[in-house]
């Protein structure tokens, strides 16, 4: 595929959305020629009011808002739908019963890129991989391009990339999934864990772990997989594994291509000798989450071909990101972490047991029909108090710390409608040296625009305060 393809092409855009996403697929199209663009969404012209006012100026557009038509999914030549969106829904399946083409940005985005791709997925710790990853990448020179992390658009960074680019692309379950259907993998592909997740979108785990094996699904042999091989289900994949394969662990590795921590240090075997790369304590880094994340960014720096000395002073130079156990500040003695990017129970826990204060936990949320019970647990056990955001994730997350509770125990639960009420109320209950946590363990729609909105709410709450 070239970029001549949507030359006079009649499209449908299935999914505007507020997050600019669909804006991005439609600036794309029209950049390049497209006679005509349907942009089709059940929200209506009022919800999505701010996305529609940055489509003024736009020629060839047609606004199907409120509702959807049969025939811009079987009278176009191509339907590009929103990742959100299944592959069962009754629209997709009557385009492709038609024959008609069904793209995702990321699988538009891998045809018509001509540069190397390192793909990151996992389902927690990917972005915090893929930005670590791009800045080893940066610092060493290497021309690296960021695609597919936040709310960013995917297909206008086609248009930044140098001959010489590496691209570093976050990978979701559900762009996998188009690169399934396309049958593409990326050239350097990197697979955190696999974890419960979006069980409100897939029928169960099976599912959802076969769109993420599209990470690493159609590599060839030349290609390479940096692996998390402390995932158990991860390890029991690697017999089906194609291409070559540098595990990551947080135990010495001593067979095979790997790199891992031992006593306090970083290690690199590759294959024949095992090298010492540089101590955890020169990084910026403190959890074993974050250093299990820098060991996989290190992994591809080494499948890059970044000398030992190149990649030392990189993962030195590194700092945590947004949204991901970002320190905010230091009031009163009492500190401030953001963690809204923990979206699953089990980003909660493991933010929890990072640390080594009492920690007063601000969680909950929506659901995604996921099980709270070992968070339950760990709360109860572990966290001195929890403040809650209000949703259908916080009612469920409430009956299993209550299950570990001893009944004298029960005490009223404080659940918020607003960020700010959340702050104040648990530093009214915190002491010099606690930590004030903000790590949900579940999503963010209803309260919160996403996940960004929320940390962003988190932090503003906290400057507000001080």
């Known amino acids: 595929m070239t970029l001549n393809y949507f030359k006079n092409k009649k499209i449908t855009v299935f999914g505007l959305g507020l997050l600019g996403g669909g804006l991005g ?10 006679k005509k663009i349907i942009i089709t969404d059940i929200k209506t012209e009022k919800q999505l009011k701010k996305t529609v006012e940055k489509l003024k100026g736009f020629n060839n557009i047609e606004l199907v808002l409120g509702y959807h038509r049969i025939e811009d999914f079987t009278k176009v030549d191509m339907v590009i739908k929103n990742p959100g969106i299944s592959w069962d829904n009754k629209y997709i399946k009557q385009a492709l019963n038609k024959k008609i083409p069904v793209e995702m940005d990321s699988s538009l985005f891998f045809k018509l890129c001509k540069n190397k791709i390192i793909g ?49 692309f976050e990978l979701s379950s559900w762009r996998l999934s188009a690169l399934g259907r396309a049958k593409l993998s990326p050239s350097v592909a990197v697979f955190k864990n696999i974890l419960p997740d979006h069980l409100n979108y897939y029928k169960g785990m099976k599912e959802y772990f076969n769109d993420k094996k599209n990470i690493f699904q159609y590599q060839k042999p030349s290609d390479w997989l940096i692996v998390n091989s402390d995932d158990e289900k991860l390890k029991e994949m690697l017999l089906t594994v194609k291409s070559q394969i540098v ?57 890059c071909g970044l000398k030992l000395d190149e990649i030392k002073k990189a993962v030195t130079k590194i700092n945590l ?30 933010a929890i047991e990072s640390f080594n204060k009492p920690v007063i936990l601000i969680a909950g949320g929506s659901d995604k029909n996921l099980d709270f019970s070992e968070l339950g647990r760990v709360i109860a056990k572990k966290v001195k108090g929890v403040v809650f955001l ?14 570990n509770m001893p009944e004298r125990e029960h005490t009223k639960f404080e659940i918020k409608d607003s960020m700010r009420k959340a702050v104040e109320e ?15 363990g579940s999503a963010s729609f209803g309260v919160f625009a996403n996940e960004f909105d929320r940390g962003d709410r988190f932090k503003n709450a906290v400057k507000n305060f001080k």
């Open 321 to 350: 990101i947004a949204h991901r156990m970002e320190f905010v500040d230091k009031i009163n003695d009492i500190k401030y972490y953001n963690d809204s990017a923990a979206t699953i129970p089990q980003a909660s826990i493991a």
């Open 426 to 440: 648990a530093t009214r209950c915190a002491e010099a040296g606690d930590i004030i946590l903000l790590s949900p």
């Open 247 to 303: 595990e990551f662990s947080l135990k010495e590795q001593r067979h095979g291509r790997s790199v891992f921590c031992k006593d306090g240090a970083i290690y690199i075997n590759d294959g024949i000798d095992v090298r010492k790369l540089v101590t955890t304590d020169e990084l910026k880094l403190y959890s074993n989450h974050s250093i299990a994340n820098v060991l996989a960014s290190i992994g591809v720096a080494f499948v």
């Open 120 to 168: 990151v997925t996992g389902t927690k710790g990917k972005t915090t991989i893929s930005s670590m990853t791009f800045d080893i990448l940066k610092y060493a020179k290497k021309n690296p391009v960021m695609v597919g992390v936040g709310q960013a658009s995917v297909l206008d960074k086609l248009e930044v990339l140098k001959k010489n680019s590496l691209v570093v």
């Open 25 to 34: 697929v439609v600036k794309f199209l029209a950049k390049h020629g497209a």
């Open 390 to 403: 209000k949703g259908e994730a916080t009612e469920k997350l409430i009956k299993e710390i209550k299950k």
